[in-house]
């Protein structure tokens, strides 16, 4: 069974960096795709970027100035560091296996809420 | 930029069925694949349809999705709907940019 784990701070200073982990159990990093997606509270999912082994990512336009998406392969996790960050980036945050580039969410971390405050 | 657009709230009785649209903004939303996903309250999402019609294990087939070229929309339907299919459901697709693209959610109310 594939289970995948977010980790990462819970709370976030205006302008700095936010930055989690996603634990993949189950399967190999080196054998699909991994996304990052966001959800404010009480609004709607935004698809932030993907990840694949060789190296290919791929990232929303209106985040890709601030995003990047990268693996440890070694200890079979990819991450996510999204910059200079606002209150606007107050969500939470899931990580989501995908069989390919276009092939839909399968396995969905629990989501990490993350709170953009002073 | 292609945009995917939802029903904001929909409900009904149960035993009833209900259906949700997912209209495309341009082009044919049948060139892509579209997934259904439906999210309880406090729960991450979880797929009931995905490449427009197909039903991951699991899930009962009282779930069942379409395409509509001619109203360049997909559809879910929720037939004998139960108390517990109460949750938001989300359409995604893609675009060539942004590459997933989700609609803003729909609320299903199960009175």
């Known amino acids: 069974q594939v289970q995948l784990q977010e980790s990462g701070p819970g709370l976030v200073k205006p302008s700095e960096t936010l930055s989690l982990t996603c634990t993949v159990s189950g399967d190999s990093i080196r054998s699909s795709y991994w996304s990052w997606i966001r959800q404010p509270p009480g609004k709607g999912l935004e698809w932030i970027g993907y990840f694949y082994y060789s190296g290919s990512t791929k990232y929303n336009p209106s985040l890709k100035s601030r995003v990047t998406i990268s693996a440890d392969t070694s200890k079979n996790q990819f991450s996510l560091r999204l910059s200079s960050v606002t209150a606007a980036d107050t969500a939470v945050y899931y990580c989501?296996?995908?069989?390919?580039?276009?092939?839909?969410?399968?396995?969905w971390g629990q989501g990490t809420l993350v709170t953009v405050s002073s | 930029n292609f945009m995917l657009t939802q029903p904001h709230s929909v409900s009904e009785s149960p035993g009833k069925s209900i259906t949700i649209s997912c209209t495309g903004s341009s082009g044919s939303i049948a060139t892509n694949y579209v997934h259904w996903y439906q999210q309880r309250p406090g729960s991450a999402p979880t797929t009931v349809i995905y490449?427009?019609?197909?039903?991951p294990s699991g899930v009962p087939d009282r779930f069942s999705g379409s395409i509509d070229s001619s109203s360049n929309s997909a559809s879910l339907t929720v037939s004998g709907l139960r108390t517990e299919d109460e949750a938001d459901y989300y359409c995604?697709?893609?675009?060539?940019?942004?590459?997933?693209?989700f609609g803003g959610g729909t609320k299903l109310t199960v009175l």
């Open positions: 490449e427009d019609n197909r039903r």
């Open positions: 989501v296996r995908q069989r390919c580039a276009v092939c839909y969410g399968d396995y």
């Open positions: 995604q697709s893609y675009d060539s940019n942004t590459l997933w693209v």
